[in-house]
């Protein structure tokens, strides 16, 4: 009973936008409600300026304060959130990927005035595949921005989501008076004079009542019913399992800067936010309240400190509770492990906790011993499934730069794929290694980190690839596959996994490959079974 009670506490989830969108705002005004900060200003933004790209100082400055805030968790009213950090850079969308497979839901943060733009749509397509519930915040309603029909429209059609209102602003920008919380039923007004304060809702049943004219202006009111109107005419109303199975999302307006709309967002989160869910291994589906410990390692920091090279794994606990000094079986190396210091996450500060429960996040202290995917037991033989890789954005030879220090090379390359910097394919050819990354700036990120931390040297060269297709013969031992593997044998290649890839250097020899052979699949996702 008191491992569901816990359980059931949880609410574990992710935050994601476009870089300026004001995620770390809101995250910031999210633990002020929850009493986890005092102040504003205490989050700090790992989001890599611009200009700085370059900049390895920078870089290792980020990582830094990404692993403290890479969960930040707190308690508001009867609940324990976890919030997962997922940067907003695209260069680390992979990271970001790799965070979704351990939320149990997501808030999509909008600008008003940019609306949906690229780096949102592409984190929202996965979270759609994988029916993970989303609530929208369109945010910076204190700016002048797109009018909200409009924007409605667009999440709907570029996002692909059957959106529902729950909450509408009254005017914007210069004339923003409030927001209209449709869900609550009353009205939040915007003092331009006293932003900073979280101002009392006033009631409101009847939107007919005169008293709205009195509250935000004739026009206003008019205006106001209006809309109300449309939405209810035109939105379905709100279906809290058709937004638990990922098929409708709630959208509530304000701005996160001026902390208008935050409650609002926040209790109605609580209330329909789903709590830790089961998640599927190879194996069978497992269920948070199951009384035996299972729990998978979604991301790998590496040590900020090079003298030392432990790294820190994060585990979701997908199932049980995570002890302290238990031994725990490491499932791909079938041996028991035991940690004597896991850290849980509070606020922004981690420290060293006993018991730890399913929707939790733990960091383990580690040597080389996790990889991305790993799943921890309690002896079971589990695996569970769902951190797919996309083909990277570029493809670069990578070569020895220093004869004298091919083991540590080697040894960085393996452990910096493991901790999932970025891919390496190996070509069947010649067994040369390609590293490919979603941008260009990990290339940056590996040298550096091979000779600080390996003391290995290396150098690239280009390999143009457009893409990479994961192949799946639908008969290994046909004709037709002899002579993909024949014809293409110049452009094939293994992932880590030993797992075949057609490197295909345009649209047009994919499209080609396709025609001539197929009963030979080309998936761009390598988990497609
Ligand atoms: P991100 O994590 O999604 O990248 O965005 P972040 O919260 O850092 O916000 C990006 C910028 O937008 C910040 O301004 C922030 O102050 C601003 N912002 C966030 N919410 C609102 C809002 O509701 N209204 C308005 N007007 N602005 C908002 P900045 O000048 O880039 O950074 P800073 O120097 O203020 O930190």
């Not at 999509?108 to 609306?115: M, T």
């Not at 595949?129 to 999440?155: C, H, Q, S, T, W």
């Not at 932003?195 to 005169?210: C, G, H, L, V």
């Not at 106001?224 to 109107?229: C, I, K, P």
Request: charged content about 30%; proline content about 4%.
């Amino acid at each position: 009973m008191q491992l569901e009670k816990e359980i059931n506490k949880r609410r574990t989830f992710g935050i994601i936008s476009h870089p300026d969108a004001g995620k770390t705002t809101l995250t910031e005004k999210l633990l002020l409600f929850g009493g986890a900060i005092q102040e504003a200003g205490a989050v700090k933004s790992n989001k890599i300026k611009k200009g700085a790209t370059s900049d390895f100082m920078e870089i290792e400055r980020q990582r830094g304060i990404s692993v403290a805030t890479s969960v930040l968790a707190f308690n508001y009213r009867d609940k324990k959130i976890n919030i997962l950090d997922t940067p907003g850079h695209k260069d680390f969308a992979e990271d970001t990927f790799r965070t979704l497979t351990a939320v149990d839901s997501v808030i999509v943060v909008i600008d008003v005035a940019k609306g949906v733009e690229e780096q949102t749509q592409k984190l929202v397509e996965v979270c759609r595949m994988r029916k993970i519930p989303m609530i929208v915040f369109i945010n910076k309603l204190d700016r002048e921005g797109k009018d909200a029909f409009d924007l409605l429209d667009e999440v709907e059609q570029k996002l692909e989501l059957k959106v529902c209102p729950l909450s509408y602003p009254i005017g914007m920008g210069y004339d923003f008076k409030g927001i209209y919380n449709i869900w609550e039923k009353n009205i939040n007004l915007f003092s331009g004079d006293n932003k900073k304060n979280i101002k009392d809702t006033i009631a409101f049943d009847d939107i007919e009542s005169p008293e709205l004219e009195k509250l935000i202006g004739s026009d206003e009111a008019e205006e106001l019913r209006t809309d109300l109107e449309l939405i209810s005419e035109v939105y379905p109303d709100f279906d809290r399992e058709a937004y638990i199975k990922g098929e409708l999302q709630p959208v509530f307006f304000g701005s996160a800067l001026n902390n208008f709309g935050v409650r609002e967002l926040l209790d109605c989160f609580i209330t329909i936010a789903p709590p830790p869910l089961p998640k599927k291994a190879e194996e069978r589906a497992v269920t948070p309240t199951e009384n035996t410990f299972s729990g998978f390692v979604f991301k790998i920091h590496a040590n900020m400190d090079p003298k030392h090279r432990d790294r820190l794994a994060f585990i979701k606990i997908v199932s049980g509770t995570f002890e302290r000094n238990k031994p725990y079986l490491h499932v791909r190396h079938q041996k028991n492990l035991k940690f004597s210091s896991p850290n849980a996450f509070f606020a922004e500060k981690k420290e060293i906790v006993d018991v730890s429960y399913a929707g939790d996040i733990v960091g383990l202290h580690d040597t080389g011993n996790f990889k991305i995917g790993d799943t921890l037991t309690e002896g079971e033989q589990l695996n569970f499934k769902g951190i797919p890789s996309f083909s990277p954005e570029h493809f670069r030879y990578i070569n020895n730069a220093d004869p004298m220090k091919s083991k540590q090379l080697e040894k960085g390359i393996t452990q910096l794929m493991d901790e999932g910097v970025a891919q390496l394919f190996t070509l069947q050819l010649n067994n040369r290694k390609i590293i490919g990354t979603v941008g260009a700036l990990q290339y940056e990120v590996i040298q550096y980190r091979l000779e600080h931390e390996y003391g290995a040297k290396c150098s690239y060269e280009n390999f143009p690839v457009h893409k990479a297709c994961w192949v799946e013969a639908e008969d290994p031992n046909n004709e037709e596959f002899a002579e993909f593997k024949r014809v293409k044998q110049k452009f094939l290649a293994h992932d880590k996994q030993g797992q075949l890839v057609f490197l295909a250097d345009s649209a047009f020899s994919i499209q080609m490959a396709q025609q001539k052979y197929p009963t030979v699949k080309l998936h761009f996702v390598s988990e497609y079974k």
